[in-house]
């Protein structure tokens, strides 16, 4: 059904799903439910965003894997630079179902914002829409599960994930450093 729309129709329903199960996961949270399995199925719900694209489209394809891997760890440094900075205290240590269901929304929030919507985004409209609205789309699912001070934080990240999937037309460092960033902090 999804594919039989339009490429901007289809592209902003990506978004609003997106946004929505973020906001649902967040809602969620604040009504009780207990934080990893919101976490964790909120994350699969991102995941299946991208159900019926080819990997490569996604910019998941194996070739050159070590590298891409590198460059995760190398946007995980620079996403965690400002905490970094301010560190005083080593952080006391994450529960292991929160920290399983870290990784699970991580991947899923790549997979949906960096794949699947930037993808349907540069269908429709070139790269530059695609990094633009997949940021945009990014920092509004993180309205309600972050304080707007973060905001700003979150923006960066997600235009320097943005232009890494653009100009690398990769996913593999993008989900890398989103994991490895959300598991320090």
Known sequence: MIRALPLAARATLLVALAVGIEWARASSVRLGLDPSLALSLGGV????????RRPEDLGLGSSRLGLRLLGGVALAAVLLLPAAARWTQAPSGVA???AAAA???SIGEEVAFRGAVYRALEEAAGPAVAVAGSTLAFVAAHALSHPPAFLPAVAAAGLLLGLWRWA?????APITAHVLADLAL
């Open 45 to 52: 719900a991102l995941i299946l965003l991208a159900a019926g």
């Open 103 to 105: 990784v699970i929304v």
């Open 168 to 172: 690398c037309r990769d996913l593999v």
């Open 96 to 98: 292991p179902a929160l």
